[in-house]
């Protein structure tokens, strides 16, 4: 069974904006906001198969992961950007597909910790 703060790290997240509970529900409803539009430019940059592009939604997700402390996500984002960077599309295609998984598992401590700080924008 897999531990939550290896998905999200709400201590480490509060403590990365030394407790500013504002702060990071701020930087939480734009983790949410931007995740999703980077998303879909990584399965675009997939389709076309635009490396340089993919690389680049994929460093956006990876540094915003880390300022969530969403550590599994930061760290498939971080695969994802090293297959584009690589020029392995077809290394891309997988690390994308773990890295859909990964957010998908983020989603419910996401929403607790969105709600622990009160993000009304989340």
Partial sequence: MERT???????????????????????????????????DDIRE????GDLPALANAAHLVKVTAQNVAAGRVYAAAALLEKMATCGELE???????RLEEEMNYL?????ALANAVGCSQC
């Fill in 5 to 39: 703060s290896e998905i999200l790290d709400g201590p480490a997240a509060l403590a990365g904006v030394g407790g500013d509970r504002t702060f990071l529900s701020e930087l939480l409803g734009i983790f949410r906001a931007a995740s999703s539009t980077l998303l």
């Fill in 107 to 111: 989603k419910s401590p996401l929403t």
């Fill in 45 to 48: 940059a997939l389709v076309k």
């Fill in 91 to 97: 290394g891309a295609r997988q690390a994308s597909l």
